[in-house]
């Protein structure tokens, strides 16, 4: 059963227009949530994240939504630019501890000039 | 940059043979990770650990032992290599009281 889901395998957008990428998860136990982005031949890198007491974080051109009702998160990439194409992953935490956290499949995000 | 290294970064084996990978760090931190991407799947936990001797499985462990003698390496290793764990093997670390995980740079396992 996959507890986060990514449903958009991949997503296309113009130069300087808004990218919107979206993360659903089952487990109402999740607490905190977690954006990386992939470049190819890379690891991972830590992007932006959110605790669920807010509704909503902000990092420059990067900005994540939670609307714990929906279960359901997305991040915002505003204006997008071509450097930002690479997989995103959603991940999301039960807590502080041992948990370790539960990854989607990944969002390739292509920004076209 | 979170002071990760993985050895070796490519690797070619086969089928049957004993492989072992390597995740070391510098930087004191208690919780390691070890994950696989493939397509179509994206990152799923194979084992992790919580300190020196203290390891547990993760989503996809069977097949893989992992070990922990000193706090900053972590081995996975495959005891007898299959197709199927062909694969980019990442590592990954966690400081205690935060949630993020940071990543090393991978190694690209091929088994024939």
């Known amino acids: 059963d996959q507890q986060v889901k990514q449903n958009s395998p991949s997503l296309s957008v113009q130069e300087g227009r808004i990218s919107i990428l979206n993360c659903d998860y089952t487990?109402?136990?999740?607490?905190?949530f977690l954006w990386y982005k992939k470049y190819p031949a890379e690891g991972p890198t830590f992007l932006i994240s959110?605790?669920?007491?807010?509704d909503k974080n902000e990092d420059g051109r990067f900005t994540v939504f939670l609307n714990k009702s929906a279960k359901h998160l997305s991040l915002h990439i505003v204006p997008s630019q071509p450097g930002d194409s690479a997989v995103y992953f959603c991940?999301?935490?039960?807590?502080?501890?041992?948990?370790?956290?539960?990854f989607g499949k990944g969002t390739r995000l292509s920004v076209i000039a | 940059d979170a002071g990760i290294t993985q050895s070796p970064r490519h690797k070619v084996t086969e089928t049957g043979t004993p492989v072992t990978l390597r995740c070391h760090q510098t930087?004191?931190?208690?919780?390691m990770y070890w994950y696989r991407q493939d397509p179509g799947h994206g990152l799923r936990l194979i084992h992790y650990?919580?300190?020196?001797?203290?390891?547990d499985k993760g989503e996809v462990s069977d097949g893989y032992s992992v070990s922990r003698s000193k706090t900053e390496d972590f081995l996975l290793t495959l005891e007898s290599a299959t197709s199927s764990q062909t694969s980019v093997y990442f590592c990954?670390?966690?400081?205690?009281?935060?949630?993020?995980?940071?990543f090393g740079p991978g190694t690209r396992l091929l088994v024939l």
């Open positions: 990954a670390i966690r400081q205690g009281g935060e949630e993020t995980q940071y």
């Open positions: 487990n109402s136990m999740f607490d905190y």
């Open positions: 991940a999301a935490s039960v807590g502080s501890g041992n948990t370790p956290l539960v």
């Open positions: 959110i605790s669920s007491i807010k």
């Open positions: 930087e004191n931190h208690r919780y």
């Open positions: 650990s919580y300190g020196v001797k203290d390891t």
